[in-house]
């Protein structure tokens, strides 16, 4: 496989996710546009973890998951409510999925790069 193919089977991939982000996005969360900012945050991230991987520091990964986790966490006077905690878990299971998402991809393009080298 070629460079220039990795890098449009890269490009294709992030399109999709872009789009089935779109879609699952709870509807709290949504802002009725495209979150530019977001979009190309997801992209620096997995550029890091690529990066980092190919690089052969796979502990950028806990690195990584510690960033997350700490720019998630949140302390909510809703969580006391039912409903405080429900939206919570939602909020939660979608960065949680989101990020997985996230470095799965990065350790896909990780052996795509791999492959052409």
Same mark, same amino acid.
């Not at 939602?90 to 997985?100: A, K």
């Given at each position: 496989? *070629? +460079?220039?193919? *990795? ?10 996710? *872009? ?9 709290? #969360? #949504?802002v ?14 997995? +550029?890091?973890?690529? %990066?980092?991987?190919?690089?052969? %520091?796979?502990h ?5 998951? +510690?960033?997350?986790?700490? &720019? ?6 809703? *969580?006391? &409510?039912?409903?405080? #905690?429900?939206?919570?878990?939602? @909020?939660?299971? @979608? %960065? ?12 896909? %393009?990780?052996?795509?790069? #791999?492959?052409? +080298?």
């Amino acid at each position: 496989m *070629t +460079a220039s193919y *990795t890098v449009l089977i890269i490009i294709l991939l992030e399109i999709i996710l *872009t789009i089935i982000y779109t879609i699952i996005t709870p509807k709290d #969360k #949504k802002v009725g546009y495209l979150d530019y900012k977001s979009l190309v945050k997801g992209w620096v991230e997995r +550029a890091f973890l690529t %990066y980092s991987l190919l690089s052969g %520091y796979p502990h950028t990964l806990t690195l990584f998951g +510690a960033l997350k986790l700490g &720019t998630r966490l949140k302390h909510s006077e809703n *969580t006391s &409510t039912d409903e405080g #905690k429900k939206q919570e878990e939602i @909020y939660n299971n @979608y %960065y949680l999925v989101g990020n997985l998402i996230s470095v799965s991809l990065s350790i896909i %393009y990780v052996n795509l790069i #791999k492959n052409i +080298a």
